[in-house]
């Protein structure tokens, strides 16, 4: 008799990610543009799409530390997502100039969009080991140190370095060590 499979986590295929805006415009940093991201994520996590290790959304990207069965797949839905989604917020806010600058930044053989938030690629880079997925999350936490936004990784509100190692609260996140 074949017997189901216990939820043991599997081990972590992870992949470092790097998605960039379309035209490095720089909005991902805005509180309710970030929200959204990271609920999306969260939105994967929950229904067993992704693990999340780690993460950091710049002004015009991020970085994540991810595993799933089928990446491309899950950015793919994460990027048309949060597009849409940013979209709505943008004209809900009567934001016209970055709407504008999005418009302008579509790839033009893709007709069925008008706006694009982000640029088609996501640079996945498999993770070999525990050296490398620490280095990988020390480089994601210090990534707005890198950019000039913060002097401290605790001081910058967009990444998963103070869940991790300031208050502990990684119900967010796949802990891996
Ligand atoms: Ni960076």
């Known amino acids: 008799m074949k017997q189901r499979r216990a939820a043991v986590p599997r081990p972590p295929e992870a992949h470092f990610i790097a998605c960039v805006t379309a035209d490095r415009i720089p909005i991902l940093a805005d509180p309710e543009i970030a929200s959204l991201i990271l609920n999306t994520f969260q939105f994967l996590r929950h229904r067993q799409r992704i693990e999340l290790y780690g993460y950091v959304l710049l002004p015009d990207h991020m970085h994540a530390l991810v595993a799933s069965e089928d990446l491309s797949k899950e950015m793919r839905c994460l990027k048309s997502w949060t597009a849409k989604e940013t979209v709505k917020v943008l004209q809900s806010r ?19 969009q008008s706006f694009q938030l982000w640029r088609p690629k996501f640079h996945p880079k498999l993770i070999h080991g525990s050296n490398m997925f620490h280095q990988k999350l020390d480089y994601i936490h210090g990534n707005p140190i890198k950019h000039g936004l913060v002097k401290d990784p605790a001081a910058w509100p967009y990444s998963s370095y103070k869940s991790l190692y300031i208050t502990g609260e990684t119900e967010g996140l796949d802990v891996w060590f």
């Open 94 to 112: 009567g934001e016209t100039k970055i709407l504008t600058c999005l418009k302008r930044a579509r790839i033009t053989d893709r007709l069925d």
